[in-house]
């Protein structure tokens, strides 16, 4: 019974390139969340999607980031034209139903560090 | 809106002793309240939930967490330390209208032989 899947582990970009990180949510959720820690700060929300739909982008930076969740495949953050600023650990998490009802399940995280 | 503080950055404390994180929240509806902790380079793992049955929440390892309305806290306990509880632990809160989870900054623990 896998859980969240992140992938890659670890990705190190230089500045100006992309960073694609993909999320595999737990078989059967249809809720996916993006978090991003920060060194020494608690996670921050990002995103919230559903299949094919994105819920709620209102913690995502309006320029450079996007994400999406396919009816098909795993859910993408993508960040372009990455900064320094962008390293950080962005954490991705399912759920079967809304949070309020049902806690999240995390992946391992992706460390991103930009040189 | 809600908010979450850890009110301790680090505890350190020998194995075999009690352990406590205290968290304090501010929420303007029926909270949700999780814990969960994270080991070094690993995802979140949830300690325990608590969403408004019984004010005392047993969790995993035997962890157990209060929530105290009049206090608004929720704070973590655990009678006897192990080496393997070294790690980071979050206090999150989720409004029962809102989906967006609030982290507290963290408590790091160390656990000394």
């Known amino acids: 019974n896998a859980g969240v899947m992140q992938n890659p582990r670890h990705l190190v970009r230089r500045r100006g390139q992309e960073a694609r990180l993909r999320c595999s949510p737990v078989k059967g959720h249809s809720h996916v969340y993006w978090y991003r820690q920060l060194p020494e700060e608690g996670l921050k929300f990002m995103v919230y999607l559903q299949k094919e739909n994105i819920i709620d982008e209102s913690g995502m930076p309006k320029e450079r980031f996007s994400a999406e969740f396919p009816k098909e495949g795993p859910s993408i953050l993508r960040i372009q034209q990455v900064v320094r600023g962008d390293s950080a650990a962005y954490f991705c998490?399912?759920?079967?139903?809304?949070?309020?009802?049902?806690?999240?399940?995390f992946g391992n995280g992706t460390r991103l560090t930009v040189t | 809106a809600q908010s979450v503080t850890q009110l301790d950055s680090h505890v350190s404390v020998s194995e075999g002793t009690p352990v406590l994180l205290r968290c304090n929240y501010s929420s303007s509806y029926s909270p949700s309240l999780f814990w969960y902790v994270q080991h070094p380079n690993k995802g979140l793992q949830l300690l325990l939930k608590y969403t408004s049955a019984a004010t005392l929440v047993k969790g995993i390892n035997g962890f157990e967490a209060e929530f105290k309305k009049s206090e608004t806290s929720f704070h973590l306990t655990k009678p006897s330390a192990h080496m393997s509880d070294a790690a980071e632990y979050f206090c999150?809160?989720?409004?029962?209208?809102?989906?967006?989870?609030?982290f507290g900054a963290g408590t790091t623990v160390t656990v000394r032989a």
């Open positions: 999150v809160v989720s409004n029962s209208n809102d989906y967006k989870l609030s």
């Open positions: 998490a399912s759920s079967p139903s809304a949070v309020y009802n049902s806690p999240l399940h």
